[in-house]
């Protein structure tokens, strides 16, 4: 079972067990598109494999039904006849595991199963009744299932209250590389970035796997993002839109709440998605941010000291922030536009503000960073309640040893230097936290930056600082 797989170390041996085990196993693998869950298993049984089939976007029952009796006849000894429902189709695969040589497992991967349940189709019920009855009665099948509907997947398979409730023996939810994991795929494919540079690349196409797979090894980063994203035959040019149509059926809502949250980098409340966003007060809203933290595209944070009711949701997803704010550049400059930006205060800027949610998608490497990765947390943000001005904190880590760290993060290309002004932000920032917190325990400010602080006479009001090797931490 050799492999040519970067990072996905847990994922894999969870695997390699169930394969290795006796007994037969029901494995459900999901996350969003472009993350690498079709590769992985491919790639990891790519001899075991005894039958694979994915699910056709937006094709009718007869067509998938058709496409998967084909994928049991290209495998079969002698031909088995077409099967016009789904039931049939199940008990069609069944009959090819009778054909099937008994000396090792069989694999049965079934890719995109949400593309397969289409409209009282009866899909799942005859899913349920292949593994209740056909498959787990044996002890030789590993039977995975893959989606990127990651809100199907959860809704209608994992969190199934049917036939299929509590039949899962695994699962998988795939995430997208963290920073050490791109560095590790970096260097695997010879692409000689900096660290500095992976992080510049990770704010633009986040840790997604298939978009750090386009990369040219010859081009410059900057050039590698105007070859993808900004050039008139940009592979990644209508990229945001397929992905949201590929996860939801009806993509609209999504798309109008996703660009809705994008308009405030904090995020917005509940309250402001129904009375400023003019989504309705129902269950529906509740769907809608569901599928999108589903999908790892939002996030839901509590303001420090409030209940459940005063959270955020903010959309946090690196590359869908990057088309909501640039989509409108692309055509510039001859095709050089991102060679021509980052030379811009204006790219400074912006980076800024994608430095935050890079360090927002590393909590536990910062939590490793700062010697407390075993203390329990709870990360939060905080906005002044008597509206100071610029009184905010990003990234509040409120701890149980009765610390409390107030972390900024500053994006720079080389050792930050603390301005008197810096320092008046910070102290006043810190001032306003612990006067409307009333908070008792020791507040320390924390400072993220790229290479560090730069020595001087206001560097002491930082209590304990992170750089990027912080960032690209390993530790399991």
């Not at 990644?236 to 939801?248: A, C, G, I, T, V």
């Amino acid at each position: 079972m050799e492999h040519r797989i970067i990072a996905r170390k847990a994922e894999i041996k969870l695997l390699k067990d169930c394969y290795k085990a006796n007994q037969s196993d029901f494995v459900a693998v999901y996350g969003r598109r472009r993350i690498g869950k079709t590769y992985l298993v491919r790639e990891l049984f790519e001899t075991e494999l005894s039958f694979y089939v994915t699910g056709l976007l937006g094709e009718s029952e007869s067509t998938q039904i058709q496409n998967f009796n084909d994928e049991i006849n290209a495998r079969a000894r002698r031909r088995i006849p077409q099967a016009e429902n789904w039931r049939d189709a199940f008990l069609n695969l069944g009959e090819l595991i009778k054909q099937l040589p008994n000396e090792r497992k069989k694999v049965i991967f079934l890719d995109e199963v949400p593309w397969m349940d289409t409209a009282e189709s009866g899909f799942l019920t005859a899913l349920d009744h292949f593994w209740n009855h056909i498959a787990s009665a044996r002890h030789d099948i590993l039977f995975i299932v893959c989606g990127s509907a990651t809100s199907w997947m959860t809704g209608k398979l994992i969190n199934n209250y049917g036939g299929l409730h509590n039949r899962l023996t695994r699962q998988i939810y795939l995430e997208p590389f963290t920073l050490a994991e791109c560095e590790e795929y970096y260097q695997a494919k010879q692409i000689a970035y900096t660290r500095y540079q992976m992080v510049e690349a990770y704010m633009v196409f986040g840790g997604i796997p298939y978009y750090m797979s386009l990369m040219d090894s010859h081009l410059s980063l900057y050039q590698n993002v105007d070859a993808l994203y900004f050039s008139d035959k940009a592979p990644l040019r209508n990229e945001y839109p397929n992905l949201m149509n590929s996860l939801f059926k009806l993509a609209d809502k999504h798309i109008a709440l996703v660009e809705y949250l994008a308009s405030k980098n904090q995020g917005r409340t509940r309250d402001d998605i129904i009375n400023e966003g003019g989504f309705s007060d129902n269950g529906r809203t509740t769907q809608l941010l569901g599928d999108l933290q589903n999908n790892g595209f939002v996030r839901s944070y509590r303001s420090f000291g409030k209940r459940k009711r005063g959270s955020f949701y903010q959309l946090i997803d690196p590359f869908i922030l990057f088309h909501l704010r640039f989509n409108e550049k692309r055509g510039m400059y001859n095709d050089k536009y991102w060679l021509q930006f980052a030379a811009t205060p204006a790219y400074h800027a912006w980076s800024g503000i994608a430095f935050e949610r890079v360090c927002l998608l590393h909590l536990k490497q910062i939590k490793d960073g700062l010697g407390i990765g075993s203390v329990l947390t709870e990360a939060s943000a905080w906005r002044s309640s008597e509206h100071q001005p610029g009184a905010q904190i990003d990234m509040v880590i409120d701890r149980n040893d009765n610390v409390i760290n107030l972390c900024e993060m500053r994006f720079s290309s080389e050792e930050f230097l603390l301005t008197k002004k810096d320092d008046e932000d910070l102290r006043r920032r810190r001032s306003a936290f612990k006067e409307e917190t009333r908070t008792r325990k020791a507040l320390q400010t924390t400072l993220m930056t790229t290479f560090g602080l730069k020595e001087n006479a206001y560097a002491n009001t930082i209590t304990a600082q992170l750089t990027l090797d912080d960032l690209f931490s390993n530790r399991p």
